[in-house]
């Protein structure tokens, strides 16, 4: 789904909430814009906001974006598109979250930090609660950053594309099966409406990542036949429990330990690796077998995700991954991936290339 293309048809070429002309001609879109193959990092690469510049036809007109989902992440996507103010002016005008204390520390942070001239989110744009998605994408925006827990994202996306908003969309897009047919359906109603759309995979915007898998696509190290894939460290981050919280908002606050929002960090980390897999093979694994627990992580603030998985993953052509993350202290760290062929192995994340007759590439 990240990695393939998608273009899209041009409705709503003018999306202007008043239609008046002025506004119309501010916000011609580009025909034809297709989708920015495999994410950016953090929303941004290279300091180019690269969604709403493929999509919009005036360099030197405003981007109005809006946030959904104001936590750190999502605080850092809209920041990092407002600091592309050289390549035309961006302002970030309409916010929403579920809960009132994570949107005002968002819009804090933005407003007292060096873009917060571009900050231009008023009370009657700010949106809270469950519905505050819906009253984001009523507002006159040309781009939408989600960045909720995952588990809302097929809704999320499925709406802004509804709505006619162009989208960049953190990792990972969907926490189950459902989810993720329900996000190929509106990417194909995407095309239709000739939006951008990108998700938050960066190592397809990283040069070594980029110019590594091309050389290993090309046959530097002959035939690949096994591949492997890690995400292993720490627990990543555990909030309280407080006494006011209902069952819901304290599982919403503390989502990366529930797997309904989180999909278990196989799927919210982990992706990263895999991801880099599958575009090195350019197809996805037909097969997979493996197993997973919780060995040492096992107090109930933990939620209910495992502290790890291991994963044999076979492709098509009979090659095999070997994927493992986990959750555990005192155990090999290790976020990277390597390849190994018949002519030498490669530690991809490096960049580094050794072949059997002795050689190195870097």
Not at 59 to 88: F, P
Not at 206 to 230: H, P, V, W
Request: some cysteine; overall charge positive; glycine content about 10%.
């Amino acid at each position: 789904m990240t990695r393939k293309q998608r273009s899209h048809d041009e409705q709503n070429n003018t999306t202007s909430n008043n239609s008046k002309t002025a506004d119309a001609s501010r916000r011609h879109f580009v025909k034809g814009s297709a989708l920015v193959a495999g994410g950016m990092a953090s929303g941004i690469v290279g300091g180019n906001l690269d969604i709403a510049r493929a999509a919009h036809s005036g360099a030197d007109e405003t981007i109005r974006i809006g946030l959904v989902g104001c936590g750190g992440r999502g605080t850092g996507a809209a920041s990092q598109a407002m600091n592309t103010q050289d390549k035309g002016p961006v302002k970030l005008v309409a916010m929403g979250d579920a809960f009132p204390d994570r949107l005002q520390s968002s819009l804090r942070s933005m407003k007292t930090g060096k873009q917060g001239a571009h900050v231009d989110v008023p009370k009657d744009r700010q949106f809270i609660g469950f519905d505050a998605y819906k009253k984001v994408f009523e507002q006159d925006l040309e781009m939408v950053i989600l960045a909720t827990p995952p588990g809302f994202r097929p809704l999320h996306f499925e709406a802004a594309v509804n709505a006619g908003k162009h989208v960049f969309m953190e990792k990972p897009v969907a926490t189950d099966a459902p989810g993720v047919r329900r996000v190929i359906a509106a990417g194909e109603e995407a095309k239709k409406k000739n939006l951008a759309v990108a998700v938050g995979l960066q190592r397809h915007h990283e040069t070594t990542y980029r110019d590594t898998i091309k050389a290993l696509q090309d046959g530097i190290i002959g035939d690949i036949n096994f591949m492997r894939a890690y995400w292993n460290g720490t627990t990543p981050w555990v909030r309280k429990r407080e006494a006011n919280h209902t069952e819901l908002e304290y599982q919403m606050r503390n989502w990366y330990f529930f797997n309904w929002i989180c999909g278990d960090h196989i799927t919210e980390q982990h992706i990263h690796n895999l991801d880099v897999i599958n575009w090195l093979k350019d197809s996805y694994p037909v097969k997979a077998q493996g197993m997973g627990g919780r060995q040492v992580r096992t107090d109930k603030i933990y939620g209910e995700i495992y502290d790890h998985h291991m994963i044999e993953y076979t492709y098509a052509d009979g090659s095999k991954m070997l994927s493992a993350c986990r959750h555990q202290q005192g155990t090999w760290r290790q976020v990277n991936e390597f390849a190994h062929g018949s002519n030498g192995d490669c530690h991809i994340g490096a960049g580094k290339i050794t072949l059997h007759n002795g050689g190195e590439i870097k």
